[in-house]
């Protein structure tokens, strides 16, 4: 716990797709947990063939909280990348590896700790410019 | 006033090799302070050590020294006079 606020705090941890409220009364806090379900919708892994290498992304997507009062609300919903060093634990030993120049391109070694990026917007801006 | 001269188009690919030999040592140094006990990379941390040390050393028996500091050799005159040096290319 970072801020715990009296009297009616609230605290968004998209992370752990977990909303944790707070509400005071008579000056004792009582916390309530409330999972959210459709609150995150996560990507299914993309695979991507790149230099003869297959690769996985995780990426994951969250809409934030916007106050009815906010004057420049963020635009949702926003995506986040998981790496795959995340789920990989202690690495193995003997992984495949890039040659060094691939490795260098790459900013890795092992084509199992990289992680690509696209841009997950573009469709989005896409329709943003055609829109006006 | 005369132009610089340019360094060749082969300076360029010969550093790239290099750099990436040294990438490759980075990632190897990482990866042996979690796994001290593995030995197949810790062979080819060794190997690609030596590659890189070759490496540079042909490298600046042909453009000129790379490092500073007594770390690279010169050939007389002192080579540091001749631009262009590492960091301008």
Redesign the interface.
């Known amino acids: 716990m970072t801020s715990e606020t009296l009297g009616g705090g609230y605290i968004n941890y998209s992370i752990d797709y977990v909303d944790i409220r707070y509400e005071s009364v008579n000056n004792s806090i009582i916390r309530s947990m409330y999972e959210h379900e459709p609150h995150i919708k996560n990507d299914e892994p993309i695979d991507i063939w790149k230099g003869g290498y297959l690769l996985t992304t995780s990426r994951k997507w969250y809409t934030p909280y916007v106050s009815p009062f906010d004057p420049c609300p963020p635009l949702g919903p926003i995506s986040y990348e998981t790496p795959i060093q995340l789920y990989l634990g ?2 193995p ?2 992984m495949e590896q890039f040659s ?2 691939d ?2 391109a790459h900013g ?3 084509p199992g700790l990289y992680t690509p990026y696209t841009n997950p917007y573009l469709s989005k801006r896409k329709e943003l410019t055609t829109n006006g | 006033m005369a132009e610089p001269t340019q360094v060749p188009e082969s300076y360029y690919s010969d550093l ?2 290099l ?3 040294d ?2 040592l980075v ?2 140094t990482l ?1 042996l302070d ?2 001290p006990n ?1 030995l ?2 810790l062979k080819q941390f060794n190997s690609t050590a030596k590659k890189s040390a070759e490496l540079r050393e042909g490298f600046e028996a042909r453009y000129g020294p790379l490092r500073q500091f007594g770390h690279s050799l010169s050939a007389y005159p002192w080579q540091w006079k001749d631009t262009p040096w590492p960091w301008q290319v």
């Open positions: 202690f690495q030993q003997g060094p120049f490795a260098l890795t070694l092992w | 790239k090799s750099q990436a030999i990438f490759t990632e190897l990866y979690t796994h593995d197949d990379a």
